[in-house]
């Protein structure tokens, strides 16, 4: 596949507390709190991963793009090949290549990319009854409903719990497998979702301080550039 770099799998006394945690069946917080020690390396490279970060500084200039008349040349300024007015799985999918092209791909890039894609789905394609009814005005006044401190908090959050979901898994799943069926952690397939739903749940409310962080660098950054947040100044996991 190419890759060159991806967080390292746990393993010694750290993940042997995270299997014995499953086990005797902890509660979610404490699976994640102790998957997040054990897989402590990962964690901080995911923190430094360039196409997370990548992806980030797009999320945060695509709502200002949006309130350009001519979007498509204001999404060409964020490096996004469009010549028309997009619909959604094409700006999706510029986005995403736009990513993939800039960075080597690894695991935790893979975990940017599907991160980003789900969540500007979601977040730009609620203005219709199904995605195949979103037009591309649908899309434009989408995207520029989140060129508020509020609105892109809450869109920051909700990327970042979901790629804390994502990582989590990446280290967990192995592990949560080999405890599903009878006599175990995870008696049946409905026990085991309800553990994902927990975890998802966990990763929400884990990502309230990134959305006050978001809110107040959005506020800030909005008056410091009068609106025009360039690729530099979008950088606000430094």
């Not at 746990?10 to 069946?25: D, F, H, N, S, T």
């Not at 990763?203 to 959305?211: D, G, K, Y």
Request: proline residues 5%.
């Amino acid at each position: 596949m190419g890759h060159i770099a991806s967080p390292a799998y746990p393993k010694g006394a750290r993940w042997k507390e995270v299997v014995g945690l499953i086990g005797v069946g902890a509660g979610v917080s404490q699976v994640a709190n102790a998957t997040v020690r054990a897989a402590a390396d990962g964690f901080e490279l995911a923190g430094l991963d360039p196409a997370l970060r990548h992806a980030v500084r797009l999320l945060a200039r695509l709502p200002r793009a949006a309130k350009f008349d001519d979007f498509p040349a204001a999404l060409r300024a964020l490096g996004l090949p469009l010549h028309e007015p997009p619909s959604l799985f094409d700006l999706v999918a510029a986005v995403c290549a736009r990513v993939d092209a800039r960075h080597p791909r690894t695991d935790l890039s893979e975990l940017a990319h599907a991160t980003t894609g789900e969540i500007l789905t979601e977040a730009f394609g609620t203005t219709a009854e199904n995605l195949f009814g979103v037009t591309p005005d649908d899309v434009q006044r989408a995207a520029a409903g989140y060129d508020t401190p509020a609105r892109f908090a809450a869109l920051a959050r909700r990327f970042f719990a979901r790629f804390a979901v994502k990582h989590l898994n990446f280290y967990l799943d192995r592990e949560v497998g080999r405890h599903l069926g009878d006599g175990k952690r995870f008696p049946n397939v409905a026990a085991h979702n309800a553990f994902r739903q927990s975890l998802t749940d966990h990763c929400r409310l884990s990502a309230t301080a990134v959305e006050t962080l978001a809110a107040e660098w959005y506020s800030s950054r909005q008056y410091q550039t009068n609106g025009n947040i360039t690729e530099a100044s979008a950088d606000w996991l430094t």
